[in-house]
């Protein structure tokens, strides 16, 4: 079993920096895929980034050069680093794991943290 919990949303200006952590436990944190995703009022989650155990990486497009996602297996700790953060970032920002090799298909996770939210303004 995987618990996973999320900090660092808040409210920032545009063009503004925020960094994401998800805490996780269980001993399985370290060969397992972690991910991040959102979801704005509305609409569908969608994928923003995933890490998996060898620390590749995948990014959305729309996120791409602005996000950086790592993961220190010590802590046990996933971080995803969000630059020139756009008013269309605003979402709750959910992070994910599985124990296998990333997707981008929230269906595949197995365990979901309970969210952080994060508001950018204009």
């Known amino acids: 079993q995987v618990q996973l919990v999320e900090s660092g949303g808040g409210l920032v200006q545009a063009g503004g920096s925020l960094r994401l952590s998800c805490a996780a436990s269980?001993?399985?944190?370290?060969?397992?895929?972690m991910a991040w995703f959102r979801q704005a009022p509305g609409q569908e989650r969608e994928f923003v980034s995933l890490?998996?155990?060898?620390?590749?990486?995948t990014y959305a497009d729309s996120v791409k050069g602005r996000f950086t996602i790592s993961r220190d297996n010590a802590k046990n700790t996933v971080y995803l680093q969000m630059n020139s953060l756009k008013s269309e970032d605003t979402a709750v920002y959910y992070c994910?794991?599985?124990?296998?090799?990333?997707?981008?298909?929230?269906?595949?996770?197995?365990?979901w943290g309970p969210g952080t939210q994060v508001t950018v303004s204009s």
């Open positions: 994910a794991a599985r124990p296998a090799y990333g997707t981008r298909w929230p269906s595949a996770y197995e365990y």
């Open positions: 269980g001993r399985t944190f370290s060969t397992s895929a």
């Open positions: 890490i998996n155990w060898n620390t590749g990486t």
